[in-house]
């Protein structure tokens, strides 16, 4: 069964950093890409970043391009968002995605066709 579990949210104060990782069971990393969503209350889901398995290539969007990097670790099995200079409207629950076509997750910028998602993990920054 293909799982994926993030870690790392917590309450932050702007300037702030994180690091958010999503672990991988029951598939292997290496063929998939992996997509970071968010959702802030009252809002919809947006595409945040994504990582190509074949060969590194990343995408960003726009409000948090300079400021997120997303990394992957192929031997830990396990993808990561690290977070800098946070914002209060960076402040959302944080979803990794994967899906077998880097493409696909890039294009799909709510999310609406991804079928594998991890639980969620809740970033909130505040003073």
């Known amino acids: 069964q293909l799982q994926l579990v993030e870690s790392g949210g917590g309450l932050v104060q702007p300037g702030g950093s994180l690091r958010l990782s999503c672990a991988a069971s029951?598939?292997?990393?290496?063929?998939?890409?992996i997509g970071w969503f968010r959702q802030a209350p009252g809002k919809e889901r947006e595409g945040v970043s994504c990582?190509?398995?074949?060969?590194?290539?990343?995408y960003y969007a726009d409000s948090v391009k300079g400021r997120f990097t997303t990394s992957r670790d192929n031997a830990k099995n396990t993808v990561y968002l690290q977070m800098n200079s946070l914002k209060p409207e960076d402040t959302a629950v944080y979803y990794c995605?994967?899906?077998?076509?880097?493409?696909?997750?890039?294009?799909?910028?709510?999310?609406?066709?991804?079928?594998?998602w991890g639980q969620g993990t809740l970033v909130t920054v505040s003073s």
């Open positions: 995605a994967a899906d077998r076509l880097y493409a696909m997750l890039v294009a799909d910028r709510t999310g609406r066709y991804v079928k594998v």
């Open positions: 029951g598939f292997t990393l290496d063929y998939y890409a």
């Open positions: 990582i190509s398995g074949s060969d590194g290539s990343t």
